[in-house]
């Protein structure tokens, strides 16, 4: 046995971040010393939140998670891992549908970097849970309540309360 540290980054756009992404969090804590919830800056399509408002929104989720931090980053994420040292890059699968994407960019990222990339399923209860549709559903006027931790859903009303007015 070694008593190595392993540090796990857990990348995605969380734009907003949702009871399935904490699921995730929850189940690679079980694996890994340490993780980095990475906020992707690069401008996404639809984007909602700010970067900022969203690793903001993580921070007070994870803030009694030790081991557990969040912060934003910009570029490739294999270089981003490289530079904070962590081995590993985690990601959750939903359904059959994520895998050949995820396969995809995990194969890449091997090939590029040599990183390994390990996926844990989320709960049966989100596995139809997405970012895209909690901000399409809600500013429809959908009720997201269930699939977002409380805080978010409050920042997820101001923000389209704002937006519609
Ligand atoms: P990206 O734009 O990089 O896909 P996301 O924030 O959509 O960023 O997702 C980040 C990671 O979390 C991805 O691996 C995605 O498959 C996973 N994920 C998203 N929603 C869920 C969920 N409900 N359950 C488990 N994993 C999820």
Redesign the pocket.
């Known amino acids: 046995m070694t008593d190595k540290i392993v540090r796990v980054i857990?990348?995605?756009?969380?734009?907003p971040i949702?009871?399935?992404?904490l699921?995730?969090v929850h189940r690679g804590m079980r694996l890994f010393d340490e993780m980095i919830i990475a906020v992707?800056r690069s401008p996404?399509k639809n984007q909602l939140f700010t970067p900022e408002e969203r690793v903001q929104m993580i921070a007070e989720l994870i803030a009694d998670m030790p081991g557990v931090s969040v912060e934003s980053f910009d570029g490739l994420t294999v270089k981003y891992a490289a530079r904070k040292k962590a081995q590993v890059i985690l990601?959750?699968?939903?359904s059959l549908t994520?895998v050949q994407y995820?396969f995809q960019l995990a194969m890449t990222n091997r090939a590029v970097a040599g990183i390994e990339t390990v996926f844990v399923m989320?709960s049966e209860q989100?596995?139809f849970?997405?970012?895209?549709l909690i901000r399409q559903v809600a500013s429809l006027g959908g009720d997201v309540s269930r699939l977002i931790p409380k805080s978010v859903y409050s920042r997820l009303q101001q923000k389209l309360g704002k937006l519609t007015d």
């Open positions: 857990f990348p995605g756009s969380f734009d949702t009871n399935g992404h699921d995730v992707g996404v990601r959750g699968l939903r994520d995820e989320t989100y596995g849970t997405s970012s895209t």
